[in-house]
């Protein structure tokens, strides 16, 4: 995780629909430096060990968000991404690159920045959902997810892409897929409607539910208020499914009894940091290494 001194409204990521129209004020730069410190520390209340770097440079509204620039995987593999705004491209740091192979055992980093040159994105784990069991790269259709770099990636860490198109009510393509879906290991929940292909909602839910998952599905006011934007974690205390108050509000009771049944529901307090248009699942860099020692 990433607490930031300077968060902002990024003015370069306008295609997120799901961000404030307008910049925000010192005041709310605080708010969200302090959300990300309470965060944290509930966090680490649940038994999830959680490695936090100071995001300090003005220039990085958004380094809030770590997981769209790098993605961990067993076997000691790392992936550096490409991404489409310039000064997001200035969140990629040589320290926290250092802290992995220092705490854990990589094998290799591979690092596909330099598809930027050509125009050509892949912004992580935002732009890709993980099935890390079924080895199936879910991915939404957008700018910021190049079907290049993604059969490439796939290539690389053997994953199925699975990419397909999904938009919100007023027609725009969601900029990303961990808006619309979160995959854990008992359940996985979809905005499934906002897939306007029959066909291919249907390849993607039956896949998910071929899987041997609960499927719950989310409406577009779910998806709106980040209920997808969730991360399952495993901690010394058992797996905890981490996502904003704001997503957890939108859930009813069916699918919170659901979702409890495989994973305690910890909610974070992050309301500032939500006006950037991400939630908790953008907030936080999974580790998939083994450790050292």
Not at 2 to 11: C, D, I, K, L
Request: proline residues 4%; aromatic residues 6%; hydrophobic residues 40%.
């Amino acid at each position: 995780m990433v607490r930031p001194h300077h968060f902002g409204v990024n003015p370069e990521t306008s295609d997120n629909a799901y961000q404030s129209s307008t910049l925000t004020s010192s005041v709310d730069a605080l708010r969200a430096y302090e959300e990300l410190t309470d965060a944290a520390e509930i966090l680490r209340s649940h038994g999830i060990d959680v490695n936090l770097f100071e995001g300090e440079d003005p220039r990085t509204p958004d380094c809030v968000f770590p997981n769209n620039w790098f993605s961990t995987h067993a076997g000691g593999h790392v992936a550096v991404y490409p991404m489409k705004a310039p000064n997001r491209r200035l969140e990629r740091r040589q320290d926290v690159l250092g802290m992995l192979k220092s705490k854990f055992r990589v094998q290799d980093i591979l690092d596909y920045s330099g598809l930027e040159h050509d125009g050509l994105y892949l912004e992580g784990t935002g732009a890709m959902v993980l099935d890390h069991v079924d080895r199936i790269a879910y991915a939404v259709e957008s700018d910021r997810t190049s079907p290049i770099a993604l059969e490439r990636f796939c290539t690389h860490f053997n994953y199925e892409p699975m990419a397909f198109a999904a938009v919100d009510a007023a027609g725009q393509a969601v900029y990303h897929t961990n808006v619309l879906m979160c995959i854990a290991t008992d359940f996985a929940m979809i905005g499934g409607a906002m897939i306007k292909n029959v066909s291919r909602r249907d390849d993607v839910m039956n896949r998910l539910a071929q899987s041997g998952r609960v499927v719950i599905d989310l409406s577009e006011n779910q998806i709106s208020n980040f209920a997808g934007n969730a991360i399952e974690l495993q901690g010394r205390k058992g797996r905890i499914l981490a996502l904003s108050e704001t997503a957890s509000a939108a859930l009813d009771h069916v699918q919170k009894e659901q979702i409890s049944e495989s994973a305690t529901l910890v909610e974070l307090k992050i309301p500032t940091i939500e006006l950037s248009g991400g939630s908790v699942r953008c907030t936080i860099a999974g580790i998939h290494l083994a450790p050292r020692g």
